[in-house]
């Protein structure tokens, strides 16, 4: 048998805070499993400034979104490899959503002013954006290939290694037009064993291949899904180099980088890379 409340012993209320834990002394707290500690500890400006902090923790940020758009990326190419079309979707639109936060970080980085970023640019030598790792490996997996880029890692096997892979490994477009080629589209060697080194290019074999796609998307709806949701992958790269090269150029203007380019006018010219040319060309021939 149960007691009903008395008046002097009051239901708990459930939504009281002091219903929470409230002791870890030998439990495993928020900040243990995410090793804040680990990771705030990384967070050492090397001058007074006060936007160096917001500078190191867009980059930092960044740095995670790109990890996770390496792992999302490789884990939808190990499905195309198999010849599944479907279960990449859900990969390739987790990697959309976070180019729109890697995207939306430039915004918050356009709140420091050139006066701001003076302060401390000198502070931290040739260090640039341009020696990331992991936005070298992003470009690498979608197709984008120069050997020259890999040689900023050259000091550093553990990193170098990876790319040096992924270089001479097919990438996630090359992965699907393989998937064009086993079902039934006529695609010519010079296509599918190309020298996995060098970007893809144009080639009217797969533009026709495309529009074979496009001319009849219910026969070869998986495909044509999985073009579009490439599209929207290249769509926010471009929208994220856009961003990149307007932010350089309100803040240095056309100085030259840290990393020895010529800054915006090398950020400029990335903009006319493109990583899936008959997927933007395929519409003209609709």
């Known amino acids: 048998m149960t007691s009903s409340p008395t008046p002097d012993r009051p239901t708990p209320d459930r939504d009281a805070p002091e219903q929470a834990r409230l002791d870890f002394t030998r439990r495993l707290s928020y900040g243990d499993y995410l090793h804040l500690d680990t990771l705030l500890s990384a967070h050492q400006p090397v001058t007074g400034a006060h936007d160096e902090h917001l500078f190191i923790t867009v ?50 980085l356009k709140t420091m002013t050139p006066a701001d970023y003076l302060q ?17 490996m992003v470009e690498v ?26 270089l001479h490994a097919p990438s996630v477009y090359d992965l699907t037009l393989r998937l064009l080629a086993a079902r039934g589209l006529p695609l010519p060697a010079e296509v ?14 797969v533009l026709d291949a495309w529009l074979t796609v496009y001319r009849d998307p219910e026969r070869y709806w998986d495909l044509y899904e999985l073009a579009e949701k490439l599209l929207d992958v290249e769509d926010n790269f471009r929208a994220w180099r856009f961003n990149h090269l307007t ?13 020895g380019t010529s800054g915006a006018g090398y950020l400029r010219r990335a903009l006319d890379v493109v990583l899936f040319p008959e997927l933007w060309e395929v519409r003209t021939h609709l």
């Not at 120069?146 to 170098?160: F, I, S, V, W, Y």
């Not at 599918?192 to 074999?205: G, I, N």
Request: charged letters at 25%; hydrophobic letters at 40%; a positive charge.
């Open 120 to 136: 401390f640019r000198g502070a931290f030598g040739e260090a640039s954006g341009f020696q990331s790792a992991g936005y070298r």
């Open 192 to 205: 599918l064993e190309r020298d996995l080194t060098r970007p893809h290019e144009a080639h009217p074999a």
């Open 247 to 259: 932010t350089v150029e309100r803040t240095i203007g056309f100085k030259r980088g840290s990393g």
């Open 141 to 166: 997996l979608l197709g984008n290939r120069n050997p020259t880029l890999l040689k900023p890692h050259a000091h550093r096997p553990d990193l170098h290694g990876p790319l040096e892979a992924a």
């Open 59 to 108: 980059h930092h940020v960044s740095e995670l979104w790109l990890s996770l758009v390496v792992r999302e990326l490789r884990a939808a190419m190990d499905q195309l490899a198999a010849g599944i079309t479907d279960a990449p979707l859900k990969g390739l639109t987790r990697v959309v959503r976070a180019q729109e936060q890697l995207t939306a970080a430039w915004e918050v």
